[in-house]
């Protein structure tokens, strides 16, 4: 079956960076765009931003220029280098596909506070 394993977050100051990864295993990797999400507390998940095998990442407006998402194909892994890191973006973080989505994974937490 799918399996998502996220990893990565912790504590960091405000403007700080942190680099998370989803190893997943169950299906064909390298066949599908991969998104990061994030769910804040009391607030619904939302997309942070989509890496296919070919293009450059898409990415949500509040973290555009901060964020970077990168894949390895060979290691099945998905990666958010997230700088700049703003007490806003304390979060859940999650990847899954783009739709209809897998089961999620435990998510990683990101805690952005001095």
């Known amino acids: ?3 998502l394993v996220e990893s990565g977050g912790g504590l960091v100051q405000p403007g700080g960076s942190l680099r998370l990864s989803c190893t997943a295993s169950g299906f064909s990797f390298s066949g599908y ?3 990061w999400y994030r769910q804040a507390p009391g607030k619904e998940r939302e997309w942070v931003a989509t890496k296919t095998n070919t293009a450059v990442g ?3 407006d509040s973290v555009k220029g901060r964020f970077t998402i990168s894949r390895d194909n060979v ?4 990666y958010l280098q997230m700088n700049s890191l703003k007490p806003e ?6 990847c899954n596909r783009v739709s209809a989505y897998w089961a ?4 990683t937490q990101v805690t ?3």
């Open 89 to 94: 973006d304390t979060a859940v973080y999650y």
């Open 1 to 3: 079956q799918v399996q």
């Open 112 to 114: 952005v506070s001095s």
């Open 58 to 60: 898409n990415y949500a």
């Open 75 to 78: 290691k099945n892994t998905v």
């Open 104 to 107: 999620w994974g435990q998510g």
């Open 33 to 35: 765009a991969m998104s």
